[in-house]
């Protein structure tokens, strides 16, 4: 398997098979982590981390993997460089490849990551849009894999607002390693209609499958892992809360939500997430809505189902990955 100069945009570029690599590769590196072998492989080289919106995870993950891997890493955000407002992404791109050996890119449309890329000589890994966050569901499905052993024909229930980056791209995900993936929201929250055709038409091939449902009940039945995300991503107007808390509120993963899917099932969540009053938008919203959580509650985020910092520990282990083997020769 050679990835070595091929850019990280989006789960849908790449195959069964390299994906498969990536996430073999980063269950060695935490292998080699977690017993102290180090893993220079990128000794001497540079990557630059370009975050327009915020980021506690991808940003950290990024940051350990680099040092990691013996390169340097420099940080750059909107307010703090020239970028958006004085110099294009096409022109930052081609700054960037004089000095860096890969580019790290989060910000708003994939166009924008898109285009970095087309851009710059060098690999451009996209850290999260509003479309795509591939970064993380390489973390997820190393969960997956470390908890189940395997990935094909795990039963995988999305639940809520399933249109921005993490519906998207957990659906491409599972279509391409061969899952039964379910949407549960209302209809106006599934993915995209073309999204559907183009991961329906992968599922084919792989022997995955793929629901849409409202119901809460048939969703659940048989379920491996619950999963959801916030229902307010970055960069969406406060507005759209009281409208999402009414339509979403019925796919909160709660404990008797919990209770519909297999008495062995996961819970996830790529995080941060709203399940007590304790952050700033969470007791803002909580006081507001009269609500103690949001998208999931204390009780199953808090619970033995609940693989949420191991899954956030893996983002470190699968970016490492997605670094080394697009930077090195294997
Ligand atoms: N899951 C995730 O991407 O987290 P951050 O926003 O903290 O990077
Ligand atoms: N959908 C969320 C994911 C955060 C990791 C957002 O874009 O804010």
Redesign the pocket.
């Known amino acids: 398997m050679n990835l070595k100069g091929k850019d990280f945009l989006k789960i849908l570029d790449f195959s069964p098979e390299e994906l498969e690599f990536l996430l073999d590769l980063a269950a060695d590196l935490k292998k080699k982590k977690k017993n102290g072998i180090p893993h220079r492989l990128c000794e001497g080289k540079n990557v630059a981390l370009i975050f327009e919106k915020t980021s506690t995870r991808t940003r950290c993950s990024f940051e350990v993997a680099a040092h990691d891997l013996g390169m340097g890493c420099t940080y750059l955000d909107s307010s703090g460089s020239q970028i958006g407002k004085k110099e294009s992404i096409a022109d930052t791109a081609r700054v960037l490849s004089g000095m860096f050996d890969g580019i790290e890119y989060r910000g708003f449309g994939q166009e924008r990551v898109e285009e970095l890329a087309k851009y710059a000589l060098v690999p451009v890994w996209n850290g999260?849009t509003?479309e795509s966050?591939p970064t993380?569901i390489l973390a997820d499905f190393l969960t997956i894999f470390e908890h189940y052993g395997h990935l094909k024909g795990i039963n995988f229930v999305y639940m809520g607002d399933a249109r921005?980056?993490?519906g998207n791209s957990l659906m491409a995900g599972c279509a391409k390693m061969g899952m039964n993936f379910t949407v549960c929201a209302p209809k106006e929250y599934f993915p995209e209609k073309a999204l559907r055709t183009e991961c329906a038409a992968i599922a084919e091939k792989t022997g995955a499958t793929l629901n849409f449902t409202e119901s809460v009940d048939e969703a659940l039945a048989g379920a491996d892992v619950v999963y959801t995300?916030?229902w307010v991503?970055?960069?969406e107007p406060e507005e759209v809360w009281a409208e999402r808390i009414r339509a979403l509120s019925p796919y909160q993963v709660n404990g008797e939500l919990m209770k519909k899917a297999k008495p062995t099932a996961i819970f996830m969540h790529?995080?941060?997430a709203y399940h007590d009053r304790k952050t700033a938008v969470g007791k803002e919203m909580g006081e507001k809505f009269g609500r103690e959580a949001m998208e999931v509650t204390d009780e199953v985020f808090e619970s033995e189902q609940s693989l949420v910092f191991q899954e956030a520990e893996n983002r470190m282990h699968t970016i490492k990955a997605v670094m080394a083997a697009t930077l090195c020769d294997f």
């Open positions: 999260l509003d966050h993380q921005f980056n993490m995300d916030v991503s970055m960069g790529c995080l941060p």
